[in-house]
């Protein structure tokens, strides 16, 4: 079973979240909250696997709170929920440990496997719309890091594919390898790089102007 909290300032909006997210059977909805400030304390009683956060609220915004929540033991994983395809709040919040953003009008059917995605690890929820995000709202790119030189020259190749958003399927088309080592040469890509995920990979690749 998958633990969900739902945080958003609009009741309505919860209530119709919930009732999509409990007519799974592997998905619980174990708690709400109406701030940001009310979600903290919500995670720290229900200890949820998935948090769907809303940015804008009153209190304390979906960035402060989603910025707070990853400072603790095991935290779950952060999906931040936003009205707009280009959003600044959700840039940021990526780059602070969000595992990626949905849109509020989103069908259920993504939403739900949006949710199955993040629990699993994956965290690959609309790399391709990431990328798009963070080419939008760019800073100037810093040097890459030491650790980006230790990647072998088929890990670059990899590294790159993944930052323009192509899934593994699509890696191992254009690469003419199995998907199973694709996902090998991403985890070693991720563990050198010390980066938890694929959306995590697109945001460094924008950040050192390797994109």
Known sequence: MIRVVLVDDQALFRAGIRMVVASQPD????????DGQEAIAVVRATRPDVV?????????????????????????????????DLDEAA?????????????????????????RT????????????????FAHFAEA???APPAF??????????????????????????????????????SRILSKLALRDRVQLVVFAFEHGLA
Not at 60 to 73: F, K, Q
Not at 157 to 183: D, P
């Open 149 to 186: 030189a230790d990647l072998t020259e088929r890990e670059k190749e990899i590294f790159a594919l993944a930052a323009r958003g192509l899934s593994n399927a699509e890696i191992a088309q254009r690469e003419f390898l199995s998907e199973a080592t694709v996902k090998t040469h991403i």
């Open 118 to 133: 993040v629990h699993a690890g994956s965290s690959v929820i609309a790399a391709s719309a990431t990328r798009e995000l």
């Open 91 to 115: 840039a940021r919040a990526i780059r602070e440990g969000a595992s990626g953003f949905l849109l509020k009008d989103a069908d259920p059917e993504f939403l739900l496997a949006a949710i």
């Open 27 to 34: 998905l619980e909805v174990v708690g709400e909250a109406g």
């Open 52 to 84: 769907l956060m809303d940015i804008r609220m009153p209190v304390m915004d979906g960035l402060a709170a989603t910025s707070r929540i990853l400072t603790e033991p095991n935290p779950p994983k952060v999906v931040m929920l936003t009205t707009f």
């Open 141 to 143: 790119p810093q040097p």
